[in-house]
């Protein structure tokens, strides 16, 4: 079993939905990092977090360290949100461990 | 202020060379860290350096290898390359130790022929 587990694999909405992505982890954590990859490659941080919820524009994170799981939502979707949403976990000696991702597709 | 670069952007080289890929950070990070994106497959930590110093590396065989720089820009050095080293190699930043948001650079393509 995978240490970082994501959830929903593929993920295809409607422009304007809300979109909710799950990230469940088994191991001691100091810090979850939601990521995004655009096609191509290119990797933007969005949000680290240790607890709590975080929000920037239409993005939310939250996390629940004592039940392990983090979601990231995204309020009134759009086309240009279509990206891979990686969910990462990094340990206390720093080790980092990535969940596979999960590929969002928001239709026009 | 300019982000993380990396060069070269692509990379071939024949199995059994040697590559050298480069990193600066986004100044006044300290922390610099390297993964591997293969065809298929997600990211993989490989290795993460602060202050001059290798903090942790990810499971990777030996030949994988690198170095920080007094100005925190980096060096990844992969030996005896295989077919399978072909991957986006990926660096990014990050301003405290271990614990702050990261930075990516756009990375480079290598390729292994």
């Known amino acids: 079993k995978n240490e970082v587990e994501q959830s929903p694999q593929n993920l295809t909405a409607q422009e304007g939905e809300f979109i909710t992505i799950n990230c469940s982890y088994s191991?001691?954590?100091?810090?979850l990092h939601w990521l995004q990859q655009h096609p191509g490659g290119g990797i933007v941080s969005l949000f680290m977090l240790s607890s709590g919820k975080k929000k920037h524009g239409r993005l939310i994170a939250t996390i629940n360290i004592q039940e392990k799981h983090s979601s990231l939502h995204i309020t009134a979707s759009h086309p240009r949100d279509s990206a891979v949403y990686i969910c990462?976990?990094?340990?206390?000696?720093?080790?980092?461990?990535f969940g596979k991702g999960t590929r969002l597709h928001i239709l026009p | 202020e300019a982000g993380v670069t990396q060069s070269p952007t692509h990379l071939i080289k024949t199995r059994g060379q040697q590559a050298t890929l480069r990193c600066s950070p986004i100044?006044?990070?300290?922390?610099v860290y390297w993964y591997q994106q293969a065809l298929g497959l997600g990211l993989q930590f490989l290795l993460w350096y602060d202050e001059g110093e290798e903090r942790n590396r990810g499971n990777f065989p030996p030949r994988f290898s690198g170095r920080q720089f007094p100005n925190y820009s980096s060096e990844l050095n992969v030996n005896a390359l295989e077919l399978e080293d072909s991957a986006l190699y990926l660096c990014a930043s990050s301003l405290i130790q271990g614990f702050g948001g990261y930075t990516f650079g756009s990375g480079t393509r290598l390729t292994v022929v």
């Open positions: 100044s006044g990070h300290t922390s």
């Open positions: 191991v001691g954590i100091s810090a």
């Open positions: 990462a976990v990094r340990r206390a000696e720093g080790k980092i461990i």
